[in-house]
Structure formats: C-alpha cells, structure tokens
C-alpha cells in the first residue's frame, strides 16, 4: 500500500515536472484523440522546482511513518515500518539526484540547490543526503574522504573495497548486489549507486566532461571505469541508517 501510494505520488511530480520542463506534448492522432507524445531526450537541466516537492513529501513520509515507529509495539510492526521507509528513500531519492542533472561542477562547489551555482562531488553528496531528511552538517560531511563519507554512514564491515578490479568484472559484482541505493567512494571521487533491475546508475558531480551533475550507466561511467579504489556501500539498505532517518537522529560525522 505505502509502495503503491508513493509511486503515484512520485509520478504526480513526475508528471508536473515534464510538463513544465516541455518534454511531453500534446497531439492528435487520426483517430481524433488527443494523447501524450514524448519528445527526443533533452539536455538534463536542474529542476528547483520539482527538487523543492520532492523534499517536502519525503519530510512528511518521514514524520508520519515516523510517528508509525515509535508506535510500533512489536519488532514485525517495526520491521514493516522499515520496510516502508526504505521503499519511500529507493523511489524519492533518485528523483532528487536528477534534479540536480546540469547543475556545473568545480573542486570548491557548495551549491546549496540544483542550477544555483557549482558543487563538488562531496557536496553533491552531502547536500542530497542532508535534504532527503537526515540530520547531518553537509559541510563538515563534504569534506571528508570519501571512506570517511561512507563509514558516516555504514559500519566498516559493510563497507566493500576493492583495489585494481578490472571494471566489468566489478560492475557485475554491483549488479548481483541487493536492489538500492549505494554510497561509492573512488580513487578522488565520491557518488551514489542507485542499483535497480535495469542496470546500475551512477549519479556524482563530475570533474570530467560535461563537468557538471549527471546520470551515468556501467557503459559511461568513466570516473567509476577509470577509478583503481572503489568502496562501496548500502545506504538504504542500512537497517541502521533507516533507523536514523525514521528517528530524526543527528548524525555524527567521521572524520
């Protein structure tokens, strides 16, 4: 029912923000219906306006199943909360990284909002995490190592590193992985793996062309190609993560 609810909500937004975007028309058929039409793919642009909603529901996804947990008496009633939580994060939050596709990067970047202004890798991490609910300082978060950026998150043990995998060797490795969203930090770099049945999606502020936020799949990704260091990590499939963002709690930076 939650999953249910929320892809409709998701697709509401979704829907409004193409319109107003231009990348669905209006046209008549023979038949004398009108039906959408989807244009050719356009050159991704930041989407403030759809970024600001999207926060907004996931606030209050939050603060009701929230409420929820606390009122759970059993650990099944909990679980299911749980459950509920992480099916809200996996649909809402790439929704939030692409708003941000567009979005110019540079080395000092801190971009506070997708399209205003340049953001680095660490703060387009740290930015997306913080507004997704979790109480955390994106500054102080954005400018760890990336091993730091993940261990804020997901105890050392959950955290895979590998060193000198030959890369489609490693993209299979992430495709055989649980379904969700994953931290990825590289030799310099860090972003997120949203891992799903179609493939994986790497989302980060790129240093390399077209130096800006984008959506890579395994076939260009070529930070996450040419990397030699690669730890990864699940961020919604954290059970204590999941906690944390139900909680409100502070989360405490690694340095």
Avoid at 20 to 27: L, Q
Avoid at 41 to 65: F, H, I, N
Avoid at 94 to 100: D, F, Q, S, V
């Amino acid at each position: 029912m939650v999953k249910a609810l929320a892809k409709w909500i998701l697709g509401a937004v979704l829907l409004s923000g193409m319109a107003a975007t231009g990348w669905w028309v209006w046209k008549f058929q023979n038949s004398g219906l009108l039906e959408f039409s989807v244009l050719q793919e356009m050159k991704p642009a930041p989407d403030l306006e759809k970024y600001e909603v999207l926060v907004a529901e996931l606030q209050r996804w939050r603060e009701d199943l929230g409420a929820k947990y606390r009122e759970a008496k059993t650990k099944e009633q909990k679980a299911a909360v749980e459950n509920d939580a992480r099916v809200i994060l996996e649909l809402v939050m790439p929704e939030m990284m692409r708003c941000w596709l567009g979005t110019p990067y540079d080395f000092n970047g801190t971009a506070e909002k997708p399209g205003e202004g340049r953001i680095a890798c660490g703060y387009f991490v740290s930015t997306v995490i913080r507004d997704a609910g979790f109480k955390v300082n994106r500054y102080r978060l954005a400018q760890q190592p990336s091993e730091n950026i993940l261990r804020t998150f997901i105890p050392r043990e959950n955290c895979i590193l590998e060193v000198g995998t030959e890369f489609s060797a490693y993209a299979d490795k992430v495709d055989g992985m649980d379904k969700g969203i994953y931290l990825v930090g590289l030799d310099t770099h860090v972003g997120f793996i949203v891992n799903r049945s179609d493939g994986l999606k790497f989302f980060h502020a790129s240093g390399l062309r077209p130096w800006a936020v984008v959506e890579e799949t395994r076939e260009n990704a070529g930070a996450l190609q040419r990397s030699n260091w690669r730890m990864i990590g699940g961020l919604t499939g954290e059970v204590g993560v999941v906690r944390t963002w139900l909680g409100g709690d502070k989360v405490i930076v690694r340095k």
